[in-house]
C-alpha cells in the first residue's frame, strides 16, 4: 500500500528524490499553526537546501538558521528576511563573517570566546555592531545517537554552562558586538520532551543568574532537534508540534519582551522527501537475499554515518513478501540500507521507495565513486 504517483515516475533516471510538495505545505501550516504567538521559527537549511523547497519555505515567513556563509547567500536568494537569519558554527571564517555582516542578519550564534573577539574586530571594521547570542552547552544528554547528540559537556559546541557568566562580562566590554541572548540546540531526532523539559529548567536557572547580575536578553533560542517517526512515516507524516511547542510555553519563563525562536530542521522537511532507486540485481546468496539498488551511500548517507533506519517498500511488485538485504551499489561494506528487510518480491527494474529521506538526505549527498548526483521530482 503506498500513495506514490508511479506514473510520473516512468522515464525519470533513478536514483531521485520525491518531494510531496503537499505534505511539506501541510507541515508548514501546522508548524505555523503551534508555533507560541510572537516567537520566531528559523529553518535549519542544513537539512535540506534544495532550491524549490526552500521558497515554499520562505513563503511561510519561516525565518532562517545556517551554518556556513553558502546557506547564509542560498536563504537570502530564496526569499528569507536577512533580519530573520542567525547563524551557527563552530567554524567560522573572517569572510563568511564578513558577509554576513555585510547582508545584515539577525543573529550570529557564537560559540567560543575566541569567536567573539574576531567578530568584534571585523564589525569594527565595516563600521557596524554585530547582533550575538553565546551559544551555552548545557551538558543535556538528548538521548540520541553520540553523532547527532551536541549539548554534552565533552562535545565541541557552544561554551560551557559554567563559564556563562564569565564570557557575558567580556561581551559586554566589547564595542562592535551587542549582546542579544542565549542559544541552545541539545541534539537532533529527539522523541521525548524531557530533554527539552530539562532544557527549560536549565534556561529558567540561567535566567535568574544572569538577572541577577543585571544582564538584559531580548533573545532566547531554544534551538532544532524534533525528532520524526522513521519506522511509520503514513502514521505520523507531520511531527507533534503541538506537544514540541506547549513544552516550551509551559514551562519556560519568558521575560517581558522577551522573543523565543526556533531552529527545526528535520521535523519540516523529513517526510515529505523519500528516495526513489531502481532494483539493479536480486542476487540469491548462501543464506540471505540481496536487493541491490542503483542508489547508494553517496544518495542516502544516513544508514552509513548514522547507522539510521529508513521505512523501504518495493512500490512496483504485488508479490508476495520475502526477506531482503537492501544494499547500494558503492565499494564500501557500510553502503547499505537495512537487513532482513520485509519487500513485496523484487525483480530487476522495480522501483524501491527510500522513506522519510526529506532531512540529511540530498544535503549529505556526495559524488565519492564519482558517481552522478542524485535527481529530483517535486509532486508540483
Ligand atoms: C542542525 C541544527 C539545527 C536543526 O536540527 P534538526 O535536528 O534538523 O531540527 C538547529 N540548530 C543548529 C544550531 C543546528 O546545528
Not at 542544513?46 to 542560498?74: Q, T
Amino acid at each position: 500500500m503506498n500513495s506514490f504517483p508511479i506514473e510520473d515516475f516512468q522515464g525519470v533516471s533513478t536514483p531521485f528524490y520525491y518531494y510531496d510538495v503537499a505534505l511539506l505545505r501541510r507541515t508548514l501550516a501546522e508548524l505555523c499553526a503551534r508555533s507560541p504567538r510572537g516567537s520566531v521559527v528559523h529553518y535549519a537549511l542544513k537539512a535540506n537546501s534544495n532550491r524549490a523547497l526552500l521558497r515554499v519555505i520562505a513563503a511561510y515567513g519561516l525565518g532562517a538558521d545556517c551554518v556556513s556563509g553558502g546557506e547564509i547567500a542560498l536563504a537570502v536568494e530564496s526569499g528569507f528576511a536577512p533580519g530573520k537569519i542567525v547563524y551557527s558554527g563552530v567554524g567560522k571564517t573572517d569572510r563568511e563573517i564578513n558577509m554576513a555582516l555585510s547582508v545584515g542578519i539577525g543573529c550570529f550564534n557564537v560559540e567560543s570566546v575566541a569567536e567573539l573577539g574576531v567578530i568584534d574586530a571585523l564589525a569594527a571594521d565595516a563600521g557596524v555592531i554585530a547582533p550575538v547570542a553565546i551559544r551555552v552547552n548545557p551538558h543535556i544528554d538528548a538521548h540520541t545517537h553520540h553523532y547527532i547528540t551536541t549539548g554534552l559537556s565533552e562535545n565541541k559546541f557552544g561554551v560551557d554552562i559554567s563559564q556563562i557568566p564569565d564570557v557575558v562580562e567580556y561581551v559586554m566590554r566589547l564595542s562592535h558586538v551587542r549582546l542579544r541572548g542565549v542559544h541552545f540546540h541539545i541534539g537532533s531526532q529527539i522523541v521525548s520532551m524531557q530533554p527539552y523539559e530539562t532544557l527549560c529548567a536549565t534556561i529558567n536557572k540561567l535566567q535568574d543568574d544572569l538577572e541577577s547580575r543585571d544582564v538584559k536578553m531580548d533573545y532566547i533560542n531554544v534551538g532544532g532537534g524534533l525528532g520524526v517517526d522513521y519506522e511509520d512515516p503514513d502514521r505520523h507524516a507531520i511531527p507533534d508540534f503541538a506537544s514540541y511547542f506547549d513544552t516550551f510555553s509551559l514551562r519556560l519563563k519568558m521575560r517581558e519582551g522577551q522573543i523565543l525562536h526556533f531552529e527545526p530542521g528535520r521535523s519540516i522537511v523529513c517526510q515529505c522527501g523519500t528516495l526513489i532507486a531502481r532494483v539493479l540485481y536480486v542476487k540469491e546468496g548462501l543464506n540471505k537475499s540481496f536487493v541491490i539498488v542503483d542508489a547508494g551511500m553517496t544518495d542516502l548517507m544516513r544508514p552509513a554515518l548514522y547507522q539510521a533506519k529508513h521505512k523501504i517498500e518495493n512500490i512496483t511488485s504485488r508479490g508476495p513478501e520475502r526477506v531482503y538485504d537492501v544494499v547500494g551499489p558503492i565499494c564500501e561494506t557500510s553502503d547499505s540500507f537495512g537487513s532482513a528487510i520485509m519487500l513485496n518480491e523484487a525483480q530487476r527494474g522495480d522501483l524501491i521507495a527510500i522513506r522519510s529521506a526529506g532531512a540529511y538526505g540530498e544535503s549529505m549527498a556526495s559524488r565519492y565513486n564519482s558517481r552522478d548526483l542524485p535527481g529530483v521530482l517535486l509532486s508540483e
